[in-house]
């Protein structure tokens, strides 16, 4: 929680106004209670029937047994009902966790036992893989499902009578749990409140130039931080704008999908603005798109200038982090920022530090590591009191672990990541946590996973292995096999294999990324 002053001050200078979710979609009934607030193929949900289904949810949920305070696993994919499930558990006062459709049984296990959840609510199949077999991993003798159940409680049996719900949460309590891009082993949970989110989702929608009129593409999963609050579905929300979900972000699903539903704002993260760009190509633009929202990861300046010749709307690079801190943009900025920086932050009250190795604040303009404190970034991780003794500074700043360089004008130039994560076009991989999966392997000694450098990802990822003697050949398909029957998210399975005698060591002992990815560089050269 944010030391009283702090919080004291956010109150004061009007970021923190008093709002829970539910007040949220409430006053939208109230206000925009006919028009249409969530598009889901030819499926259209307004603004009074979505509050309605969640406080019929919220009911059906409660009796149930799930209350205030309760943690409940969310995994389901870009559907109408996705809203319905995450309004219910915010009228409660119930916490979502929120999983992403790629997570497979070692995510949903540990999210289901960290947060001790109540209960898990998934999908049936989603892209030709049945979720209903990760509820044996999952833990809660409670499990959830939209669409054909199984064994399971299905999602449709439980809308009921909102008549004798309990009274909300209130706004300084913790609204769910999203999961970190972190470095060291599995995600670690983030606790954001209904405060300190919806301000950061209200700033964002008058960045960004939201109104009722606004149409929003969502392409990347909802349970994206990007995707929900950058602006994204929550801030189409406040603005009483309309939400179009993709099932899928291929051009042939994509662009026909923004033509019919006359999209006028849409966020990617860099490999599916390229897909994009090469499929519009030579043709006539998207008429109804304003403006294109990519980050996740860094955009080159050389797709960066294509966009607007190609698809015929403006660029906003965004640049932020589930755990707070977001810089954009702007709309009206010059192309030289537009093309060539992340944008700067929401706030005044966004505290930035750029330090060295030794915590000392480097010269403007260089490059450091980057620090961040303000009234919607976090001030530590959900019970991982150790973990923040290190990701956090004793007076409160976020240890990013991006390195980045910040120009006279206050924009940020993102230059990579101090830590030992992939950024696999936009989905964060935490090399520890891959190599604690392939040291179970019984054929590998020891396992270091290192980014490699991809045109069209950013970074693709490659496991070394050191294998134990007298084995038989490892090869990429066995361990990509094996890693999967372990239940390991697909995005997270190495690309890439090689197996090495030893591992380079640094001169403290420890495993010498830096001279791997050279070793990597060389024999791609070769």
Not at 468 to 477: E, S
Request: proline share 7%.
């Amino acid at each position: 929680m944010w030391p009283e002053e702090f919080a004291r001050r956010y109150r004061e200078r009007g970021y923190w106004t008093g709002q829970t979710f539910d007040d949220l979609l409430r006053e939208r009934a109230s206000t925009h209670g006919d028009r249409v607030a969530v598009v889901d193929g030819d499926r259209h949900v307004t603004y009074r029937e979505l509050r309605d289904n969640a406080l019929r949810l919220a009911s059906g949920l409660h009796r149930l047994g799930v209350r205030r305070g309760d943690r409940v696993v969310v995994q389901l994919p870009n559907a109408a009902e996705y809203f319905d499930v995450v309004f219910a558990l915010f009228r409660l006062g119930a916490l979502p966790v929120f999983a992403l459709p790629a997570h497979r049984a070692a995510e949903i296990g540990y999210f289901c036992a960290h947060t001790e959840a109540v209960a898990y609510v998934t999908t049936d199949v989603h892209e030709g893989f049945d979720h209903r077999t990760l509820a044996a991993a999952a833990g809660p003798a409670t499990v959830i499902v939209a669409g054909s159940p199984g064994p399971f409680t299905a999602l449709a049996d439980l809308y009921d009578d909102p008549a004798g719900l309990p009274p909300g949460p209130w706004p300084g309590e913790t609204a769910f749990l999203q999961l970190s891009g972190g470095s060291t082993g599995l995600p670690k949970l983030i606790p954001r409140t209904h405060d300190d989110y919806l301000y950061s989702v209200r700033a964002s929608a008058e960045i960004c130039g939201l109104t009722q009129d606004s149409v929003y593409l969502a392409v990347l999963p909802v349970a994206h931080n990007f995707t929900m609050s950058s602006p994204g579905v929550l801030g189409v929300f406040h603005a009483g704008g309309r939400v179009v979900l993709a099932r899928r972000a291929d051009p042939a699903t994509v662009l026909p999908l923004i033509a019919r539903e006359q999209v006028t704002i849409t966020a990617v993260v860099p490999p599916l603005a390229l897909l994009w760009l090469d499929a519009l190509s030579g043709k006539r633009g998207l008429s109804s798109l304003q403006v294109l929202q990519v980050g996740g990861a860094k955009l080159a300046g050389s797709v960066a200038e294509r966009i607007t010749p190609v698809l015929g709307c403006k660029l906003q690079q965004v640049f932020g982090m589930a755990e707070g801190l977001v810089n954009y943009t702007r709309l009206d900025d010059p192309d030289e920022v537009v093309l060539h920086t992340q944008g700067r932050p929401i706030s005044p009250d966004d505290e930035l530090l750029v330090l060295d190795d030794d915590d000392r604040p480097v010269p403007p303009g260089t490059v450091g590591h980057l620090l961040t404190r303000g009234p919607y970034t976090i001030r530590g991780y959900w019970r991982a009191d150790e973990h923040n003794r290190t990701a956090f500074t004793a007076d409160g700043f976020y240890r990013t672990g991006d390195l980045v360089r910040v120009r006279d004008d206050g924009y940020l130039v993102v230059e990579g990541r101090a830590k030992d994560q992939i950024n696999r076009g936009g989905e964060k991989i935490a090399a520890e946590e891959v190599e604690n999966h392939l040291l179970t392997h019984p054929a590998v000694h020891d396992a270091a996973v290192v980014a490699v450098p991809d045109p069209y990802l950013g970074e693709r990822s490659c496991a070394f292995v050191v294998v134990r003697d007298g084995v038989a050949p490892l090869t990429l398909p066995a361990v990509r096999r094996y890693l999967r029957e372990r239940g390991l998210a697909g995005y997270k399975i190495p690309d890439r294999l090689q197996v090495l005698d030893a591992f380079p060591i640094t001169g403290v002992g420890k495993v010498s990324r830096r001279e791997l990815r050279a070793a990597l560089r060389t024999l791609q050269e070769g």
